[in-house]
């Protein structure tokens, strides 16, 4: 069964860090580039980030540019995403999503991908 399983969510505080991680499980994510979305109470779902399959290209959304940095470790079968100086406004479910591209793309759009996790929950809150 093909599978993606974020972990690493939680509740924090404002201006602390978290890692959350997506691992896979009966595919190797080294054909994929992977996806991070996230949807807030009452808004749309929102690509955040994104590596390509060759980890030698990434994409970050305005919003967590400069505070968010993907990575992943194919030997680990997994793909992280370090967020920085969290804020209440990063509040969301966090998804991770896998999408068959070129070797050097990324897409920050919802329909490029075919996997998706079913997401953890991050709390920013004092």
């Known amino acids: 069964q093909l599978q993606l399983v974020e972990s690493g969510g939680g509740l924090v505080q404002p201006g602390s860090p978290l890692r959350l991680s997506c691992a896979a499980s009966?595919?190797?994510?080294?054909?994929?580039?992977i996806g991070w979305f996230r949807r807030a109470p009452g808004k749309e779902r929102a690509g955040i980030s994104c590596?390509?399959?060759?980890?030698?290209?990434?994409n970050y959304a305005d919003s967590v540019k400069g505070r968010f940095t993907i990575s992943r470790d194919n030997a680990k079968n997994t793909v992280f995403l370090q967020m920085n100086s969290l804020k209440p406004a990063d509040t969301a479910t966090y998804y991770c999503a896998a999408a068959r591209l070129w070797l050097t793309s990324t897409t920050l759009h919802p329909g490029d991908f075919g996997f998706w996790g079913q997401g953890t929950q991050v709390t920013v809150s004092s």
């Open positions: 009966g595919f190797t994510l080294d054909a994929y580039a």
């Open positions: 590596i390509s399959s060759s980890g030698t290209r990434t």
